[in-house]
């Protein structure tokens, strides 16, 4: 049976230097996992620079782990191919140490930030969910959360949920989830752009209930309104915008396991580079959930998928680090 150890994410530490950071990464897209799902796929990883590397691994993934782009996709929406069992077994031992499986739990008992990414429905629901759960049983303690969506229109699929029955967009999903981990009513403060929903749409609710901490749920403008939709980076800059990032402030962010890697990395670029805060990234707990995984959100091809995510974004780093040393 195929067992590696377990890679470390680059981390990200308050009054964040990037010193370190590019050997961090090197770490994780040439460590024993990364190279023998290369070699499974009937390569060999070649012993080069980070940027180099980066470069390679984005693309032989984008020819043999990149399925999304046959048709431009959402996740759910893969037609997923067919794995022996032994490439099945290596896939998820390759994917556990690279830090895609395991959920996490935090590292310190208090943050300034709690951030709830959002995704497809069930697990804006999950998310928020195991959220509420840190702060409810006193696992952190927080003084606000954000949970952290866009107008991406919700497929038929996802509103066959009963709690998302009624919504139509992922900030909604946020919204359900948020009130019901929380048990909020109204919001306080409602704030929107002006007009029908676009790619340069946003929004803002703000909750306050006794016992809780204050929190907002975001929809955010796309960065590149004329090519696509929001994605997680212009998620993490428009709630940067509203807040007043400290060099001392501990940033939690909370998503699925599965896609730490790649929102770990990308939080990095986006927030500990321009305020050089801290951050830390962790996965909800399957098992405390009360709405089950989709049958195929663990499947081998979501997880070759996410390590394609992860080198993406790493090699985006990458490139704002080298940009940062130029500057």
């Given at each position: ?17 990037p010193q ?59 037609k ?88 139509r ?34 929004q ?54 599965i ?13 500990a ?40 974004s ?12 130029a500057?």
């Open positions: 049976m195929a067992s590696f150890a377990a890679v470390a994410l680059p981390t990200c530490e308050p009054n964040f230097r370190g950071v590019a050997e961090e990464i090197h770490g994780w897209i040439s460590s024993a996992p990364m190279r023998a799902l290369v070699a499974e796929y009937g390569d060999t990883l070649p012993a080069a620079g980070v940027g180099e590397l980066l470069a390679w691994l984005d693309a032989f993934s984008d020819r043999h782990w990149d399925l999304r782009k046959q048709g431009r996709v959402e996740r759910d929406q893969v997923a191919p067919s794995f022996d069992s032994a490439r099945t077994e290596l896939i998820l031992a390759a994917a556990t140490a690279l830090r895609l499986v395991n959920p996490g739990r935090p590292s310190h008992p208090a943050y300034d930030h709690l951030l709830v990414l959002g995704g497809l429905g069930r697990a804006c629901l999950q998310r928020t969910e195991y959220a509420a759960h840190l702060v409810r049983d006193g696992v952190v303690v927080v003084p606000e959360l954000a949970a952290l969506g866009s107008f991406r229109p919700l497929t038929k699929a996802e509103t066959t949920l009963p709690a998302l029955a009624t919504s967009y992922e900030v909604d999903a946020m919204d359900v989830g948020v009130r019901m981990g929380f048990g909020l009513e109204d919001p306080l403060l409602r704030e929107s752009s002006d007009g029908p929903v676009t790619h340069q749409s946003w803002a609710r703000t909750y306050q209930a006794a016992g809780c901490p204050k929190v907002h749920v975001l929809a955010a403008p796309s960065s590149e309104p004329e090519l696509r939709r929001a994605n997680t980076p212009d998620t993490y800059e428009f709630w940067a915008r509203r807040v007043s990032l400290r060099s001392t402030d501990r940033v939690l962010v909370v998503t699925s396991p896609y730490v890697p790649f929102q770990h990395t990308d939080a990095i670029r986006m927030l580079m321009q305020y050089m805060c801290g951050i830390d990234t962790v996965g909800f707990d399957p098992g405390e959930a009360t709405i089950p995984l989709a049958p195929e959100a663990t499947s081998p091809d979501r997880y070759l998928q996410e390590i394609r995510s992860g080198i993406l790493m090699r985006r780093l990458h490139h704002a680090l080298t940009e940062s040393v500057a």
